[in-house]
């Protein structure tokens, strides 16, 4: 099986990648967890943490990795393992110590855990994570993980931050940071261009129509709603493999990105229209109260809420979908009546959206569907 480092040297060679020193720190970091993992089955050596600008390489490298490896491992998107956190955690209930049995559990079944795009921002998921990655560490899991920012920086102005505080102790002590942070960003580089991405001006016709068509040539099609676990979608059409929405449909409603895998996990490609612009100049922040009636600002109990824009909260329900469907190899066709580095230039979520306008500038092309998907070990 080739290593981590023969890997990234074929693809120099073979496939047309580019050199990039960021991107050979990382895979030498990576090749030492690799032969450490393989020399010595009882120690744990150092996870490695790969973090940086979007479209460096950090997915593609990790997978890489995880595809080399000959000890048990599982590689997922970081919302998908949430996901599974909380649904063990509630099977759970009631038995001593919790966490600790979740990490034993997971132990037995791997070695290896590789998360994609960690990232936190919501409270009950810090306080879970401040226990987990200790718990996780102490069963000798080893970690590797991709993400947008370093550790200290995760949940930087999250709510009760200092729940968190032990999870990102946890993964400075156990993991080998780096910077992957070259200055190419790789999703760019030249393709065959495939359209799925239309501006559509005020009273011209919609080219959807015709996309649905030709995506769901000889199925059935139904303009039925969706039926998910817990709520129905609206939808214009739908056949066996490709659903088409509006934008209101799958982002103004209550969403979670539990709904999201289970769309990926349904059909094979997705068509959202009418989807506005996106940013818009964030609204002043305001002071989140300890009590319903107070009046004046106290010390204890405040705190300041971020200074959201009109649609993001729509917005990161897009982001959500978009990172499912990238993740997942599922093409997501838009029609919006912006360009698409229009579509969000203004707002509080100006970071996180670069990650999502990478990704869809990258579905804008024929290799989008014939990346290599993560297995499984």
């Known amino acids: ?15 047309g990648f580019h050199s990039d020193e960021a991107q050979r720190q990382a895979v030498m970091a990576l090749q030492n ?33 995880q595809q080399c490896l000959e000890v048990p491992s599982r590689r997922q998107h970081f919302h998908h393992f949430m996901q599974w956190v909380h649904r063990r955690l509630f099977e759970l209930s009631g038995t001593p110590a919790p966490l600790q049995a979740l990490a034993a559990g997971l132990a037995d079944e791997v070695r290896v855990l590789c998360f994609d795009e960690l990232f936190v921002n919501d409270i009950g998921d810090a306080i879970i994570l401040g226990g987990l990655f200790q718990a996780l560490f102490s069963h000798n899991v080893v970690l590797v993980a991709t ?27 156990n993991m080998q940071v780096v910077a992957v942070a070259g200055e190419q960003d790789h999703r760019q580089h030249p393709g065959r261009a495939h359209t799925r991405y239309w501006v559509r001006a005020a009273g011209q016709a919609s080219v959807m129509g015709e996309q649905f068509q030709q995506l769901s040539a000889g199925q059935s099609v139904s303009s039925a709603p969706v039926s998910l676990e817990h709520r129905s979608i609206a939808v214009v059409r739908h056949s066996p493999s490709v659903l088409w929405c509006r ?26 229209s009418d989807v506005p612009r996106l940013g818009s100049p964030p609204r002043p922040s305001r002071i989140a109260r300890g009590t319903e009636d107070g009046v004046e600002r106290v010390v204890a109990g405040d705190r300041v809420l971020p200074a959201l824009s009109v649609h993001d909260d729509a917005v990161r329900r897009f982001i959500a979908l978009v990172d499912e469907c990238y993740d997942r190899h599922v093409p997501l066709y838009l029609e919006a009546e912006v360009e698409l580095t229009a579509l969000y230039t203004e707002g509080a979520l100006t970071f996180a959206f670069r990650r999502t306008l990478s990704r869809l500038q990258e579905m804008q092309l024929e290799r989008f569907v014939t990346r290599d998907l993560p297995t499984a070990r």
Request: aromatic share 12%.
């Open 247 to 272: 934008f209101a449909d799958l982002c103004l409603q209550p969403l979670a990105a539990s709904d999201y895998i289970a769309l990926c996990d349904r059909f094979q490609a997705l068509l959202i």
């Open 33 to 65: 967890c690799y032969a450490e993992l393989h020399a010595s089955p009882a120690r744990a050596p150092l996870g490695v943490y790969l973090w940086g600008p979007v479209g460096r390489g950090k997915t593609w490298l990790m997978d890489q990795f």
């Open 1 to 15: 099986m080739p290593s981590p480092l023969a890997r990234y040297n074929h693809a120099l060679e073979h496939l």
């Open 147 to 173: 993400s947008n920012q370093p550790p200290d920086q995760l949940y930087a102005d999250g709510f009760n931050r200092e729940r968190f505080l032990p999870a990102i102790a946890a993964l400075n002590a």
